[in-house]
Structure formats: C-alpha cells, structure tokens
C-alpha cells in the first residue's frame, strides 16, 4: 500500500505543470539562455540593417553625388587596370620565380579590392568620425546607448559608393579566371576548397583591416583629435597591395618581417590570393605555415583592438567636463 501510495504521489507530481522536475527546470534555463543569446545576435543585426537602410537613404538623397563617388572609384580602378597591362607588356611576372603572371597578379588586385572595398565602406567613415564625437561630445550619447559602443561606433554608417570598386573586382577576377583556366601554358581551374578557403581568408583580412583600424581610431581619445588617420591607414595598408615576395629580400627583409608578425598586413591579401590563384605549385610548407599564422593573425588582431577600445573608453571624459 505504502508503495503504491509513493508511486501515485511522484506520478501525480511529475504531470503537475506547476511542479516541474528538476531536469526539466534546467533545460528550460539553458533553453531560455540560448534563446537569449540568439536575440540579442539578432538584434545586433537588425541594428545594422538600420544603419545600412539609413545610409542608403542619405546617399540616394543626394543621386548625383552617389553617382559621382562611383564613377571616381570605378575610374581609379581602371587606370590601376591599365597601368599593370602596361608593365605586363615588358614582363612576364613581378619578380622572378615568384609565379606572380599577369592572370594571378590581376587575381591578386581583385582580391586587393574586395577587402578595402568592404573596409572602406563599413569602417573607415564611422573611423574617420570618431574624434568628431569624441570633439563634439557625441561619443557621450553612444556610451548612453542600449548597446555595445564598439559596435555603435563602428557600422553606424555605411559608404555604399566604396561598394563600386568590389563590382569592379568581381568583374577583374571573373576575366582572370577565365584566361588562366583556358590558356594553353600553365592553366590553373581553382578547387571548390580553394574558393571556400579564399572567401574564408578575405574575411580573415577584412577582420585585421578592421582590428587596425580600430586601433587608430580609439587613439583619437588620448590626442584630442586624429585628422591624419587616413593618410597613416593609408601608408601602412599600401604595403598589403603588392605580393609579399618584393619585400623578402636584400632591404626590404626587415619590412617583410614586420608588416608580416607585428602588423600583419601583408597576410591579409597575399594568403587568399595564393590559396586562389596558387602562383607556386607545388604549394610549399611556408605557405601553410602563413596560412596558419594568419589565423592566428585574426585572433589576435581582433583581441588587441577590442582591448585598445576598451582601454581608451577607460580614458575617456565627458566633452562637458
């Protein structure tokens, strides 16, 4: 009877929906905490799909303007185009037995573009504005904001006119593909893993781009204001535009060795374009290990900036004070 009495009790209390078991109360937690999580990622989105919106809005206000920005960018990518055409017509590769032929350097451009495409239109106007808040007290109302001033700082505006020179870069690479897989000395047809990898690395890219960037920006806390921030981003970044192999040698080694471990921007083009374009078959074990290290690369890159912003927000005193 007593047992019977003990199994009607749990039975009764574990139908009871005011009365839930204990694993059950814990996975409701852990599922309300992913929940959570998963709105406030998608916040975060809806956020920047505000910002993009509005930033669209505002260029299309001003059409002829938008127009001009774009035609400019498109412009200054043709004469790039028709500049290396040119030293193509006295050489067969930049650099000797660097396998660099004009179908994988143009590669290489196209990838070059991509990145400070995207850099230039998600990032470098909201950088460009940064000591304007920091003078105008601006930066007061973002550290007010229900949200992440990072991420308020950052993607509050996009420039969609920097977007023209990534069209012109899809169309560069798709007419270098084409030639290099169709040529009869040394074709090339890249791997779906290849192109996996190459969208993965320009990512790594656009995220080191950013983590520089940052950096720079957040300076502007501590010097008051920053007006030379474009020509320094710049001087570093021009650096990244060229393969890395005209710099491994004779005086630039000691460049090589900079702008490769302690600013790492010369991983950010150079890794996708290899994995893509591979000017070196068979693929060497420095090119892996560089592969590798510009994951590391982003880790850390991204690491320090964060810690950078976060150590100048530190610093910070109201524009009313």
Request: glycine share 6%; net charge neutral; proline share 4%.
């Amino acid at each position: 009877m007593e047992v019977d009495a003990m199994q009607s009790k749990l039975a009764t209390d574990g139908s009871n929906p005011d009365k839930p078991a204990m694993n059950d109360q814990w996975m409701n937690e852990a599922g309300s905490a992913d929940r959570e999580a998963g709105s406030e990622w998608m916040r975060y989105v809806r956020v920047f799909g505000t910002f993009a919106r509005n930033s669209l809005v505002r260029d299309m206000t001003f059409r002829a303007n938008f127009v001009i920005e774009c035609l400019s960018s498109i412009g200054w990518t043709l004469m790039n185009v028709g500049f290396y055409l040119i030293i193509f017509q006295f050489t067969g590769s930049i650099g000797a037995d660097t396998g660099w032929d004009r179908e994988r350097f143009f590669l290489f451009l196209a990838t070059t573009w991509f990145i400070n495409s995207i850099v230039q239109a998600f990032f470098m106007p909201n950088a460009e504005e940064f000591s304007e808040l920091i003078r105008t007290g601006g930066l007061d109302f973002a550290l007010l904001k229900p949200i992440d001033t990072q991420f308020l700082i950052s993607f509050r505006r996009v420039s969609w006119s920097s977007l023209a020179n990534f069209l012109a870069g899809l169309v560069i690479a798709g007419v270098a593909l084409t030639k290099l897989a169709t040529r009869e000395v040394d074709p090339h047809i890249p791997s779906v893993t290849s192109l996996v990898l190459y969208v993965l690395f320009c990512m790594c890219g656009i995220v080191i781009m950013y983590s520089l960037m940052i950096c720079l920006s957040a300076t502007s806390i501590w010097l008051g204001r920053n007006q030379t921030l474009y020509n320094f981003w710049f001087y570093i970044t021009n650096f990244s535009r060229y393969p890395m192999e005209i710099y491994n040698r004779g005086w630039g080694t000691p460049m090589y060795g900079f702008f490769t471990f302690v600013v790492p921007v010369l991983v950010v083009v150079n890794v996708p374009a290899r994995l893509l374009a591979k000017p070196i078959d068979p693929r060497t074990n420095e090119e892996w290990l560089l592969v590798g290290w510009a994951l590391i690369a982003t880790v850390m890159s991204v690491t320090f900036s964060r810690w950078v912003f976060r150590r100048a927000l530190s610093s910070y005193r109201s524009a009313s004070s």
